[in-house]
């Protein structure tokens, strides 16, 4: 959907002279509500300056920013381990993930952005405890190994999220989304690989990548959210094409991906009710662990409170970078305010100029 609500139909509430957002009506929903209804049934995209429903723009605000804020603190648990990377391949990748990482938040809070939410309400909410992220990053990451489970597991479970939001109802999250599923799945290359090596490698590193896997197995599952029969959010947001599958049917499809996936690794997934069901076509797998992410979604988990206050505290550490940030686009937007102006004198100047050479002419054609 690109253009004002309503044309989807070729027609502009407007046009039709009788109706405004507020007419809402006794008996049915306003234009507009129908016209964003047809173009959502319809498969278009949502645009900025297209009239949505205020829940419509609340639950996209809530999800945007819940992302860009797992963007930013999930650069923590593996930014502590850019100074150990083994090598300096390694360390060159993880830089190089970690500031993905931090793009994927910025062009999160530019979606959110175009919503009317500022990027500072939403730091705001984060920094105070309102808004969440993501529970997997109140983890700790232990050893070099959980890098590679992070990447593996953590970005996997991140891409088969996400790459259903490239075709998301609203158009700037479904376009940042695409950009942003194309790094993660560097990321989820990356941590393959990382525990590939381990996994091949003396007995002690493949201990590490199957201590890591261990403890970074559960969590994961636990990224898509609570059973859908207990999810708050999930049927509406389906049904505005948010979302466009259910949070057991995106781990169920990630079941099945990590376990050939764990196989090739050499690697044991640590859930002995793990096997195929030929009947279903998909894997089943144990129960999870819901008190467990209920605990850490109430702010108890292993890492909470080290997450919120490295977070501020980078904040308020950064606060001359966006001034000095602020400063120059002031002064920048000055100059060429004043640059304009010149220029409007110059043109001003120039158009007389014009003038008295358009009288020599004239003079001239005259005396010609
Ligand atoms: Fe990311
Ligand atoms: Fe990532």
Not at 47 to 56: G, L, T
Not at 175 to 197: D, N, P, T, W
Not at 231 to 239: I, N, P, T, V
Not at 264 to 282: I, M, Q, Y
Request: with cysteine; glycine share 8%; hydrophobic share 35%.
């Amino acid at each position: 959907m690109t253009t004002a609500p309503g044309t989807a139909q070729g027609l502009a509430p407007e046009a039709s002279g009788d109706v405004s957002p507020d007419s809402a009506p006794g008996d049915g929903p306003s234009a507009y509500e129908a016209a964003f209804e047809a173009a959502i049934a319809a498969d278009e995209r949502v645009e900025p300056r297209d009239w949505m429903p205020d829940a419509y723009r609340s639950t996209l605000v809530r999800q945007i920013a819940q992302h860009a804020h797992s963007e930013i603190i999930g650069m923590q648990p593996e930014a502590n381990w850019i100074t150990r990377a083994p090598s300096l391949r390694r360390k060159a990748i993880l830089m190089a993930k970690v500031q993905d990482e931090a793009g994927h938040g910025l062009y999160l809070y530019s979606a959110a952005e175009t919503l009317g939410t500022g990027r500072d309400e939403l730091l705001d909410k984060l920094h105070s405890g309102r808004q969440k992220y993501s529970s997997i990053f109140n983890y700790p990451t232990l050893t070099w190994a959980d890098v590679g489970a992070i990447g593996w597991l953590v970005d996997g479970a991140a891409i088969t999220n996400q790459v259903p939001l490239c075709r998301c109802s609203y158009g700037p999250y479904a376009r940042a989304m695409v950009r942003i599923c194309k790094e993660e799945s560097f990321h989820q290359r990356q941590g393959y690989e990382l525990l590939l090596a381990l996994s091949r490698g003396t007995p002690a590193q493949h201990g590490m990548a199957q201590d890591a896997v261990d403890r970074w197995w559960w969590p994961s599952l636990m990224m898509f959210g609570p059973p859908d029969e207990a999810s708050a959010h999930s049927a509406q947001s389906m049904a505005w094409k948010i979302k466009r599958h259910s949070n057991d049917e995106l781990r169920q499809r990630f079941v099945d991906i990590c376990v050939p996936q764990a196989k090739s690794l050499g690697l044991t997934l640590p859930d002995p009710a793990l096997r195929w069901n030929e009947e279903r076509g998909h894997h089943d797998f144990g129960p999870i662990d819901w008190e467990e992410f209920h605990e850490v979604l109430r702010g108890n988990g292993p890492c909470n409170a080290q997450r919120i206050d490295r977070r501020r505290r980078a904040h308020e550490e950064g606060a001359w970078v966006r001034e000095a940030a602020a400063a120059y686009a002031a002064k920048h937007g000055a100059r060429a305010a004043g640059r304009a102006s010149d220029s409007d004198r110059d043109s001003a100047r120039s158009s007389d100029g014009g003038s008295d050479s358009g009288h020599a002419r004239t003079d001239g054609e005259a005396g010609a």
